[in-house]
């Protein structure tokens, strides 16, 4: 608990949480501080460029582990099955529609790439280690659950809205992923030869991006909360809070089945616990038009990510220190 | 300077659903459009704005199409089941353009 | 494809006036409008552009907004309350647009 | 609220003509016009996009113009002669503006 | 009256000084080189989080020096009072318009943060300290001359042109000032630790970055000569590069009285003696529309902002070294 | 035959070519993922900096040697020259048209700096040295191109299509060419003290932004691909791997004449052998509206870009190290 609660301390004093809530503090006060959406997108770009080659590299290094496929596979069961058990706590704690339910259930089996990297730098902070091909998980989670929601859906209804094979193409295919794995891969072929090439662009001003890149979701985060705020009823907020506990159970229980380190246990914690804001609130925007993005957008963005920052991550680095008595 | 008889239509609509449009739009024999990048807006779903933003879940495109009168039902057609579902706006406009031959 | 009469009003405003525009539309009843970057421009006091910009001092934006007809006298007076001082256009098209629920 | 007939001409044209085409209007004696960006198209030369491109040879700019209706046809001459050779489209729309002093 | 001449040269030919050289030669040769809006916005993000964090490292630093409040106090003063002179010179040596000159005047009153940034970067090559709270005072100057200027326009004309509240809020929590204390306040907070996390990120490439961002504001500057050069009569000229050593005269002054480092007392002289060019001039448009921008952006940007980057900076570094026997 | 065969090998697996393979990839499955144009913009400003400035600190560091104006000869008289060899070979070998085999040859003329960038980072990660002025020498060699290209077309349409001044203008002050002279000139008036001041900025991170850069060229390359790649016949898909092979004979005949270094005869044939995608697309879509765009995009960013970034660099740099002795 002690460990938690300075672990916790150290992390909310920490840069980033710090440059994350400014950003939510000058969006309430309505400031015009904002970041051109190119910028952003542009910080997007170098962030996960940088944590899937350094994840590569790791892998290059440490020879491909027998349980790289395994955490894979496991990745994926996780991120279908997370949205079920989202749906039902939905169903049960909330007066969400199906539609909405679903959709909301969708983004807590994906996963949030930055609360990911954020979980790393504490853990690199730390001194833990943690398996490099992690991120190839983090990219294998991100789609299965839309596939998930959809089904919920499609079984409810009967009416047979199906996936599209274009819109399959475009979740399988979108910007993050690609930008995941092929820098994993690169990072993978070219191993610390290239990344000494590069090391000064991806390694060093890594943390600096991260805090400006929080600041912008920050403000993003705060101008949905002004906007949308008004949608959220006490029902969905507290599954904003406790769904990420229950997604960290989960992955606690795969990453320890896996016989993953301390740091790859947090780690899986992490993505189960994360909720998704790039990827499958395009998907829903396409799949399940009717759905209210403000619910999903403010739960995932608004509640979800800043719990995970602050105290979800120590919590979660806590406690796969202590199961895996690391 | 001689002008023709065009409608203009200008569609603006999820920027998600932009390839879907136009891959519409080209099937229902529409020769040309342009896309607007839109910077924010408000509507009946509230209000949104790009800056800052990096997911492509909000966010609109404006779609603008120059075509000759007669081509107008099916292009609406066309729009019309892809914004069907969606948010988002349609409107036409009589207007007249130079060298018609390319519509 | 049933289409309704409707206005298309085009309001071109300094950057800086944006929300005090779109406030003033919103308390005149407009339920909706969509906002296009500007890149630069030219009028009465002299040409301009966003490149390399930093300040919002320069710069333009172009608010777009279709309403039915009825409502049109009181957007323009909104609008001008705004405008008034200022640099800027605004211009008014007819136009049919799609779903006259919307608007 | 007191309007006035104008009209609205909107030229699509290649962002490397953008001068060229700028500097004809103001010698047409246009007395303000304002570019919007454009973030692709389609049309008989193919489709573009001018995301991740660093040239200008590829991409098109939208130049907007309010005129007093007696200036349309020297405006329409002057834009025909930079557009000729080149893609672009030009269309006119009937509008009614505020403030008519300004044009 | 040597060591202003060598500092002068050494400045002149320094690589900031030489990239808004060449941006203001691009323009005035109307090349099509130019920096895209987006890239300008972030560079300037940059540099603003980057100038605000180190600053509140160095409070954090030393310790909260009692003059910080006083030193703050005399910023607010300063911005309120130089608007005033700025006036009265106007007005005495220029034609220009009541409505003109108090415009213009906003603009003296208050600070440019760039001018700032290249008087610290040659303050640290020539080895002299400085307070790190100055950056504070920087933010705190911003704001005070807007409301000086419309005082001397309602005075004038009692026509109740009021402050409206929502110019007000605009004002104070516009982004330069809301990102400038944000991470003034974050850097004071996390400290020498917080810097080592993004040291590599904002210390290190922060001259590069400001070569760029000199580059691409010689370039703005060079087009508003060439497009809003004829604006200018000689009067206003005159007073462009007058009233910046007048200003620094009266930064001289508090920076004495407060008791300043040499570093200090320099940074107070640059402060006073720039002019703004992005919140006040935006400012400007809103409450005071009829007044002509190519008069105050032209001023404050294309002569005010050279002056004092290529010959203001050493004068004023050269002053404050002969005043405090520094 | 070894060498070269081991340096392509070595190229081909290097970060940059497989972030280039990557974007190529990614845009044929039609992934989303995409640059923003302002951040594409932003990397090439930089780049286009840091290879300018670093030019000139070494021509500063070495002194102005007396080859460095006739290698400006020999590069401008190449950039006249070599568009007639490749219309001549595009009229021989392929069906084009005048009007589009002239268009074509304008570009291979002229140089693709990006290929220049990624063969000054196989040299230096080889360890051969090269003359900094090289840099000056490619910008010398872009726009002459243009001129020869619309000589032979009013030659042989006799229509007087002249070259406009205004258009003459635009080629000579076009963004890229005066952003490397500028840099150019200030590193070589800084020199190695301006350079250690932002040392940090253009040095460490440039194979990083280069990575990114490349990335995104392959996104537009392939986008290229997937949309005008049926425009092209046989022909000149041949004459795009024919034509850089002869240009870099030329480039070697050159070099060997002036006397350069093994690393400056391998930039000599690197520039001659590379097509221009920036510079002449734009002078052609205004001075010659009517060739059609997707040949010679297709053929110098789809077709000999990639050529001469996976094979073509290492053939060349073996080719000058052999005819050098070096
Ligand atoms: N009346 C309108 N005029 C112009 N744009 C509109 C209008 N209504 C909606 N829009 C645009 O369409 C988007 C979605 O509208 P809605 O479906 O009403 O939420 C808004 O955010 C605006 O960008
Ligand atoms: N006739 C016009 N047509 C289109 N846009 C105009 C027109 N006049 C002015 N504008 C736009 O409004 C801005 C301010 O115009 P002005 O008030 O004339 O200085 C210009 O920079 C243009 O962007
Ligand atoms: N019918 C049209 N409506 C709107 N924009 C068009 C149309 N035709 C062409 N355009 C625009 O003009 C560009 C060049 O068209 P084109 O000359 O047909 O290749 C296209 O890429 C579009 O941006
Ligand atoms: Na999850
Ligand atoms: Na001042
Ligand atoms: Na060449």
């Known amino acids: 608990m002690d460990q938690i609660l300075s672990l916790a301390a150290t992390n909310l004093l920490s840069p980033i949480i710090l440059c994350f809530a400014l950003g939510v503090l000058a969006a309430l006060a309505r400031s015009d501080l904002s970041f051109p959406e190119a910028v952003a997108k542009g910080m997007s770009i170098y962030l996960l460029f940088a944590i899937g080659f350094k994840g590569g590299v790791s892998v290059a290094d440490h020879g491909i582990d027998a349980r790289l496929a395994l955490s894979l596979l496991a990745g994926i069961v996780l991120s279908f099955l997370l949205p079920l058990i989202a749906f039902a706590l939905l169903r049960g704690m909330t007066g969400l ?145 406790i769904m990420p506990v229950v997604g960290s159970a989960f992955g606690l229980a795969a990453g320890l089945l896996l016989g993953l380190s301390t740091g790859g246990v947090a780690l899986m914690m992490v993505l189960s616990a994360s909720a998704s804001y790039i990827a499958v609130p395009a998907a829903m925007r396409v799949a399940l038009p009717e759905a209210n993005p403000s619910i999903y957008l403010t739960l995932s963005l608004g509640v979800t990510f800043p719990f995970n920052l602050t105290l979800g991550i120590p919590l979660y680095v806590a406690v796969a220190s202590f199961a895996t008595g690391g | 300077m001689q002008t023709h008889k065009a409608k203009r239509v200008e569609i603006t609509i999820e920027a998600i659903m932009q390839s879907r449009l136009t891959d519409a739009l080209t099937k229902a024999g529409v020769t040309g459009y342009t896309i607007l990048p839109v910077f924010g807006g408000s509507g009946r779903s509230g209000q949104w704005s790009r800056s800052g933003q990096v997911s492509r879940a909000s966010g609109m495109v404006c779609v603008v199409c120059m075509i000759r009168p007669d081509r107008l039902d099916g292009l609406l057609d066309a729009a019309f089941e892809v914004v069907e579902r969606h948010i988002g706006v349609v409107s036409v406009v009589d207007c007249e353009v130079l060298r018609a031959e390319r519509f």
Chains 1, 5, 6 share one sequence.
């Open chain 1, 97 to 241: 529609s199906r539609l909405d339910a679903a959709a909301v259930a969708a983004h807590y089996g994906s996963i949030s790439i930055v609360t990911f990297v954020a979980a790393t730098s504490v853990l690199e902070s730390s001194g833990i280690a943690s398996e490099g091909y992690m991120v190839a998980v983090a990219a294998a989670m991100e789609a299965p659950a839309i596939l998930s929601a959809l089904w919920l859906i499609s079984r409810g209804q009967g009416d047979g809205r199906r996936m599209d094979p274009e819109l399959m193409r475009e979740i399988m295919l979108n910007g993050s992923i690609v930008l995941l794995v092929g820098s994993f891969v690169i990072g993978g072929i070219t191993g610390a030869d290239g990344l000494a090439r590069i090391e000064s662009f991806i390694v060093s001003p890594f943390q600096g991006v991260l805090c400006l890149f929080l600041l912008d979701m920050g403000l993003v985060a705060g101008r949905g909360l002004r906007e949308g705020g008004a949608v959220l009823r006490p029902g969905p907020l507290v599954f904003g809070v």
